[in-house]
């Protein structure tokens, strides 16, 4: 658990949003991965999916918050989210409805493995826009 609050703090040190969502994402996938005991990111995401809490965090700020409702927005209009990854086809992921979840949360994945895999294009203005918002949303809804 000390990593996993350490990268979820360490996500604010840094000054690009392609780094702070890197860092955050690390400290996600390492909670989520320990709660939902699974071995394969995959299954980690559906429990994601499931679990009511994140789900529950995620509506009760777009509820709440027309700022979180703002990043929503601009999300969807950023969509789709082409994987990049090399043989996979380049499919993509969309948000046609903020409110629902298991869209958003595809894109933020599809933002992570454009990252990870090295697919994002760190001088393109739309990449870093989708970095700071996928950074930005995942943020909100996640504490470990």
Same mark, same amino acid.
């Given at each position: 658990m $000390? *990593? #996993? &609050?350490?990268?979820y703090e360490h996500a604010d040190s840094h000054d690009s949003y392609e780094d702070r !969502? #890197? @860092?955050?994402? #690390? *400290? !996600?996938n390492g909670y989520c991965t320990m709660? *939902?005991?699974? *071995? %394969?990111e995959s299954r980690m995401m559906e429990w994601v999916k499931r679990n009511h809490? !994140? &789900? $529950? @965090? +995620?509506?009760?700020?777009l509820d709440a918050s027309p700022e979180f409702r703002r990043c929503l927005e601009e999300l969807k209009s950023l969509c789709p989210v082409i994987d990049m990854r090399p043989g996979l086809g380049y499919k993509s992921k969309t948000i046609t409805d903020i409110r629902n979840f298991d %869209?958003?949360?595809d894109?933020? +994945? &599809?933002?992570?493995?454009n990252l990870f895999h090295g697919s994002k294009d760190l001088t393109s203005e739309r990449d870093k826009r989708l970095a700071m918002l996928g950074y930005d949303v995942l943020r909100r809804i996640y504490h470990p």
């Open positions: $000390n *990593s #996993i &609050k350490h990268w !969502f #890197i @860092a955050l994402w #690390i *400290s !996600f709660l *939902s005991s699974g *071995s %394969q809490g !994140f &789900k $529950n @965090a +995620y509506h009760e700020m %869209q958003t949360l894109v933020i +994945y &599809k933002i992570r493995c």
